[in-house]
């Protein structure tokens, strides 16, 4: 028989990761529930069991060096490896940071949480994943984070903003070079982007479900050996940088 894949999502309790977490699950995986507040991990945990999903609970802040390697040290102690990690915690830091007036505060923290949070877990959960057949890292990016976008008048690129989308072009740039990095081993490493989906981030403004947003990053959790690397897709396919 297979070996059992073994996943971790981070910030899984809600939203785009819950649909991320609970898609794995229906596929037979062991997921990891990464998530700082332990009642909202605990009743995520709890609702996907109930639907039949093999999940385990991971306290994880992504912003906690202290927390971040426990976690690793959780999933190493479960299962010895790790097959697939998507980094999906993903903050604002508050919307509307017009570049003359941001609030450095709101730029530190969507950097702190979309870009130096994802390079922290996924440094730890490293050598976990070299343990594993099949490693794959899916990074939650945003169409935002697209200076081309960003940059073709008409475009739909979201609205100007010195943190959040900057961050996620940011997260794009590191991806980049994590796969660069990673060519010469079996790691998969893309960033996705959901749409837009009705979750808390936005105050439920998006058009998709979280659902829908999940479909993208399931797919790139799932790629085949020959799949591609440094890349960057949405549902329709190649999003450009
Ligand atoms: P959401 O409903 O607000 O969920 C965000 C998740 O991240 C929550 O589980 C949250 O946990 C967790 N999180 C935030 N900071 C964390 C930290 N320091 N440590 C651990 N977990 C943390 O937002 P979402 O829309 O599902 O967003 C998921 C990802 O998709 C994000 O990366 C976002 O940027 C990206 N995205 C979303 C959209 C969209 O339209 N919704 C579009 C493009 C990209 P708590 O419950 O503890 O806060």
């Given amino acids: 028989m297979d070996e059992q894949t073994i996943a971790l999502v981070t910030g899984a309790n809600k ?5 991320i977490a609970a898609g794995l699950g229906a596929l037979g995986w062991s997921v990891g529930i990464g998530a700082r507040d332990a009642g909202r991990r605990e009743a995520a945990v709890a609702k996907l069991r109930a639907a039949g999903a093999d999940v ?8 906690d060096d202290r927390r971040v390697a426990a ?9 010895g490896r790790l097959d697939v990690l998507v980094n999906n915690a993903g903050v604002t ?13 709101a730029v530190r923290t969507a950097v702190e949480t979309n870009v130096l949070g994802v390079i922290r877990v996924t440094n730890a959960m490293l050598p976990l994943l070299r343990h594993s057949a099949s490693p794959r890292i899916v990074n939650m990016s945003s ?19 010195a943190g959040y989308a900057p961050s996620k072009t940011f997260l794009n740039a590191v991806t980049i070079q994590y796969a660069r990095e990673l060519r010469d081993t079996n ?12 979750t808390d981030l936005n105050g439920h403004r998006g058009y998709r479900t979280p659902q829908q947003g999940a479909a ?5 959790a799932t790629l085949p050996d020959d799949g591609p690397t440094g890349g960057f897709f949405d549902d329709a396919g190649v999003v450009p940088w």
């Fill in 15 to 19: 939203g785009i990761g819950y649909e």
């Fill in 56 to 63: 385990f609970g991971v306290p994880l802040d992504v912003t």
């Fill in 71 to 79: 976690a690793a040290e959780l999933i190493g102690e479960r299962a």
């Fill in 93 to 105: 830091g508050g919307m509307g940071q017009m570049p003359t007036t941001a609030d450095l505060d």
């Fill in 143 to 161: 169409s935002v984070g697209s200076l081309t976008l960003q940059s073709t008048p008409g475009s739909e690129a979201g609205p100007i903003g």
């Fill in 187 to 198: 790691i998969l490493i893309n960033a996705a982007c959901p749409g837009y989906c009705a």
């Fill in 216 to 220: 993208i990053a399931i797919k790139l």
